[in-house]
């Protein structure tokens, strides 16, 4: 079966920092490439960021910029979203997906289940 399996959510301050990961288990990480999703309350879920396989191109959402920073070892078939400066409105279930090609609004067939990271003093 193909999937994610997904870790590093949490609990973090305004501010602060925080690092999750999704791990590829099934398939191989190349030459997928990578999205990251967030679902908050209320609203739909929506495509944060993504990264290409074949030269690590990223994308990111205007509500992310500069602030988040995508990655990826396919060594360890493994993606990373680095989260900086995190805010109230980061909070959220963090979904991690492999699809052909990058970008925000590009299709992803597989998916993790999520982690959550919740933002609050």
């Known amino acids: 079966q193909q999937q994610f399996v997904e870790s590093g959510g949490g609990w973090v301050q305004p501010g602060g920092s925080l690092r999750i990961s999704c791990t590829a288990s099934g398939f191989t990480l190349h030459p997928h490439a990578i999205a990251w999703f967030r679902q908050t309350p209320g609203r739909e879920r929506e495509a944060i960021s993504s990264?290409?396989?074949?030269?690590?191109?990223?994308y990111y959402a205007d509500s992310v910029y500069g602030r988040f920073t995508a990655s990826r070892d396919d060594a360890k078939n493994t993606a990373y979203l680095q989260m900086n400066r995190v805010k109230p409105e980061d909070t959220g279930l963090y979904y991690c997906?492999?699809?052909?090609?990058?970008?925000?609004?590009?299709?992803?067939?597989?998916w993790g289940q999520g982690t959550q990271v919740t933002v609050s003093s």
């Open positions: 990264i290409s396989s074949s030269d690590g191109r990223t």
């Open positions: 997906a492999a699809g052909l090609i990058a970008g925000l609004k590009q299709r992803y067939d597989i």
